[in-house]
């Protein structure tokens, strides 16, 4: 089956260093932790009603001690969501923290260049989502999930701009090429470049070498097809890019290439 590959990858010195252009540290998993350890009891949000204060701090705990988990949901079209916020997590815990409970605390946030402010549907909407796995039950994701989908737009979102309930599983959710490499660039520390496109395959000779070389100096994420991965009922049934993974370790031997990879 055709494997369509675009491809984002840190430059030397950034993504997985957790360093910003100043070479100074962005923070700690201990510090993000040691912040949230000071809120003793967290009082429930006038902005998001129907999100348990107590379930949100430990969903948001959970994430930071163990990244790997950070879950999508079931079904759902956050993939993209969800790898951003994997790589948020691992690049700086501690903004990720400060960033989320302002979010439920005042209803609004700005993060770097970024100025959040959610409709009152997606207000309304987290915590309400059902049927999709661990998700039920991570209510600081969902806020977190429903608020990049109602901020970033992109083509893909040119009919579905406004959220109403179930649209995690609609094209008002999903996230195209751009739209991922334009939320990496302005939330991350990361210095990005990109290469490939939604409708087109990069042209690379060496495709193995290619991602090795990129692995060692940074973070690469690739944006596959997701029926090579996974059983998808996916009304879209061409050879293009659905879903976001982030590689880990490549190695080869006697042509047979194999890839660790996190998805959610």
Same mark, same amino acid.
Request: hydrophobic fraction near 40%; aromatic fraction near 14%.
């Given at each position: ?10 430059l ?9 252009t100043?070479g ?10 040691? #912040?949230?350890? @000071? ?6 949000? !006038?902005? $998001?009603?129907?999100i348990?204060? +107590?379930? =949100?701090?430990k969903?948001?705990k959970?994430n ?16 993209g969501y ?7 997590i691992?690049d ?12 439920y ?13 959610p ?18 039950i991570?209510?600081a ?13 992109g083509y893909?979102?040119? #009919?579905?701009r @406004? ?6 599983n !609609?094209? $008002?959710?999903?996230?195209?090429? +751009?739209? =991922? ?5 302005q ?32 973070t ?18 061409l ?17 047979i290439?194999?890839l ?5």
């Amino acid at each position: 089956m055709t494997c369509c590959i675009a491809l984002l990858f840190s430059l030397p010195g950034y993504g997985s260093s957790l360093a910003d252009t100043s070479g100074k540290v962005t923070s700690t998993p201990q510090e993000a932790i040691a #912040f949230i350890d @000071k809120i003793y009891k967290l009082a429930p949000s !006038t902005h $998001w009603p129907n999100i348990k204060p +107590a379930l =949100f701090l430990k969903n948001l705990k959970d994430n930071i001690e163990r990244p790997i988990g950070t879950y999508a949901g079931k079904g759902t079209n956050f993939c993209g969501y969800g790898a951003l916020t994997y790589l948020f997590i691992k690049d700086d815990p501690l903004g990720y923290a400060k960033l989320l409970l302002e979010l439920y605390r005042e209803g609004k946030a700005k993060f770097r260049v970024v100025d959040f402010n959610p409709s009152a549907a997606v207000k309304q909407g987290a915590g309400l989502i059902k049927f999709a796995g661990k998700l039920d039950i991570s209510p600081a994701e969902q806020m977190w999930y429903l608020t990049l989908a109602g901020h970033f737009k992109g083509y893909i979102n040119i #009919f579905n701009r @406004k959220y109403d309930p179930d649209d995690q599983n !609609t094209f $008002w959710a999903s996230v195209n090429y +751009a739209k =991922f490499n334009r939320m990496v660039r302005q939330l991350l520390n990361y210095s990005s470049q990109a290469k490939g496109a939604d409708l087109k395959r990069p042209y690379i000779n060496d495709l193995y070498n290619y991602i090795n070389e990129r692995m060692q100096s940074g973070t690469v994420v690739l944006f596959v097809n997701n029926r090579i991965l996974h059983k998808k009922n996916h009304t879209l049934k061409l050879a293009l890019p659905t879903h976001f993974i982030v590689a880990e370790k490549i190695s080869i031997d006697k042509d047979i290439i194999t890839l660790m990879y996190w998805d959610y």
